[in-house]
């Protein structure tokens, strides 16, 4: 809705042209009124107005000192345009109608006002505001398109190794390379919370905008690398500083920074991102650090072989009773006496290595484990699942427990099989009670999974087709009385329905209960009812 303000000392005017305006345009307009120019500047600096009707000649301020101070004022809120002006005057006179003139009015109308000529000057405005409207969207959607294009090339640009100086010639058609001759720095930020996860990039990228120019720093560039990070190109170097003290202040935890070194030429950014990007890598190993600059890192770190025979023992000694070798083992491979100064590169291999020479392994061996086991191993396959390291290691640890404890129950399913006994003694004593996986395994005190897998190795078929045979062995034994009804048969071996034990039976047996009974009993006319389909 068009916001419009009328401003006159003359209250029967003011209100009559409310009135007139509101009955030609219902709906339009959002009208409020001042009494002279110096109340309409302060209502138009707390609210704004897209459209101005004002008459010359008032008390305090008049209409033209008013519209003056318009065009020096900044523009309230959110408003885009400066107001479109109606001057009103009662006297016909040519100097004011130089000043509407001068000043840009819509239209300057005499008093008394004629309707058809308020509402032509009204919808004339009207027009101007919508192309206007159009004309901003059209250039932002130009200037968003020549961001993204430069976003790009300057993506592009940061992933060079090589650089030539015709590279340089190609890019700085869509780059101001000028922009780059003076010192700049690159951060790379990004924001994982507590439990792994990301901020949503385009969060991220305004956050990060708007806290920089909050310290003040002077922003070249900002742009979204290949994996969602906010690349910061500006400086000076001391505003990154104050930028993540001030992500301190605002309990902003998961932000994390990578700031490189100066540089001073266009060339220099795929040095700077290669080094904002290795800081911000080091963040993951210090839990208390938000922010890493390059200089700061040591030029050369120890190199460390994968332990890969270590690793082997550990896949090795899970489902014994060696609980901690565990953890011991888990300390020595990562070498957590040594983590500070730790090369990330070792961690990320480490961590591949174990995840393909014992979290793949015991998998493929066992099968699945619970959902939350395989939730967790999901997550602990990927180091970019965590903030820091710390998270990962006792996520690791926690699996790695989970998985011994699981390897030792199927192993004990499989080899002293007295579990198995039970649950299979409890299926042929309940067979008749509403059963399933969940509440045999409970009895035996079997996670489910681990029943699972234990159970079909124990009796070469799943709980499923096994709870079907007894039941069905069950129901045959009853037949053979001859002392029961079908339906009977069927609630008592525990079918919820008589349609479900007749598909079962045809199922297992190739012929339906009521067939099987017609065998039994060739000729006995007591056993030739038909309460039962024979197919579903």
């Known amino acids: 809705m068009t916001k419009l303000m009328i401003v006159d000392d003359e209250k029967n005017i003011r209100f009559g042209l409310k009135t007139m305006i509101e009955r030609e345009f219902p709906g339009e307009f959002e009208l409020i009124t001042a009494s002279q120019g110096a109340e309409a500047l302060e209502l138009y600096r707390a609210e704004g107005a897209e459209i101005m009707i004002t008459d010359i000649r008032m008390p305090v301020m008049d209409g033209i000192a008013l519209i003056e101070q318009l065009l020096a004022e900044p523009l309230p809120g959110a408003q885009t345009v400066r107001p479109l002006v109606i001057i009103l005057s009662g006297f016909e006179d040519f100097e004011y109608a130089k000043a509407a003139i001068r000043y840009q009015a819509v239209d300057y109308l005499l008093k008394p006002i004629r309707r058809d000529e308020l509402f032509g000057a009204l919808r004339k405005c009207q027009d101007n505001l919508a192309k206007s409207s159009q004309m901003a969207e059209q250039l932002a959607v130009t200037e968003n398109y020549r961001q993204q294009i430069q976003a790009g090339k300057l ?47 385009d969060e991220l990228k305004s956050l990060a905008e708007h806290m920089f120019k909050t310290v003040d720093g002077q922003l ?28 301190d202040e605002k309990e902003l935890d998961g932000l994390l920074i990578g700031v490189s070194e100066e540089g001073s030429r266009l060339q220099d950014l795929a040095k700077c991102y290669r080094q904002a990007a290795e800081s911000l890598s080091y963040t993951f190993i210090y839990p208390k650090t938000h922010l890493i600059w390059f200089k700061e890192l040591p030029a050369e770190r120890p190199r460390h072989v994968v332990p890969k025979e270590d690793i082997r023992k550990l896949g090795n000694i899970l489902g014994t ?22 090369d990330i590169d070792y961690l990320n291999a480490v961590s591949k290595q174990i995840n393909e020479q014992v979290l793949d392994e015991v998998f493929r061996m066992y099968g699945e484990a619970s959902v939350e086991v395989i939730k967790l191993y999901r997550k602990v396959g990927d180091l970019s699942n965590f903030r820091h390291f710390h998270d990962y290691f006792r996520s690791l640890e926690q699996l790695m427990f ?46 489910y999974s681990y029943f699972s897998e234990a159970f079909k190795a124990y009796t070469g078929e799943s709980f499923v087709t096994y709870l079907k045979k007894v039941r069905i062995r069950k129901a045959k034994e009853l037949i053979g009385t001859g002392s029961l009804k079908l339906s009977e048969i069927s609630a008592a071996v525990g079918f919820e329905n008589t349609r479900h034990f007749s598909r079962v039976f045809k ?5 339906s209960p009521f067939e099987y009974r017609g065998k039994l009993f060739v000729g006995n006319e007591r056993f030739n009812d038909r309460e039962l389909p024979e197919e579903e």
Do not use: C, W
């Not at 010639?169 to 790379?188: C, G, M, Q, T």
């Not at 699981?406 to 198995?420: C, F, L, P, V």
């Not at 199922?507 to 012929?511: H, R, S």
């Open 155 to 201: 993506m592009d640009l940061m992933l060079l190794k090589d650089f030539t100086e015709e590279d340089v010639r190609k890019l700085s058609a869509e780059i101001d390379v000028e922009r780059y001759n003076s010192p700049f720095s690159v951060a790379l930020l990004t924001y994982k919370y507590e439990n792994g996860s990301r901020m949503k990039k």
């Open 220 to 247: 070249k560039a900002s742009l979204l690398d290949h994996e969602g990070r906010v690349i910061l190109v500006g400086g000076p170097q001391r505003k990154f500083a104050e930028l993540s003290i001030l992500a």
């Open 321 to 342: 009773n060696q609980e901690k070798e565990i953890g011991q083992l888990l300390h020595d491979i990562f070498k957590i006496e040594h983590l500070a100064g730790m």
């Open 402 to 447: 989970s998985l011994n404890e699981y390897i030792k129950e199927i192993r004990s399913a499989h080899t002293e099989h007295g579990d198995m006994k039970d649950a299979v003694h409890y299926i042929e004593t309940n067979y008749h009670r509403p059963l399933n996986m969940a509440i045999v395994s409970n009895y035996v005190s079997l996670n």
């Open 507 to 511: 199922e297992l047996e190739g012929i």
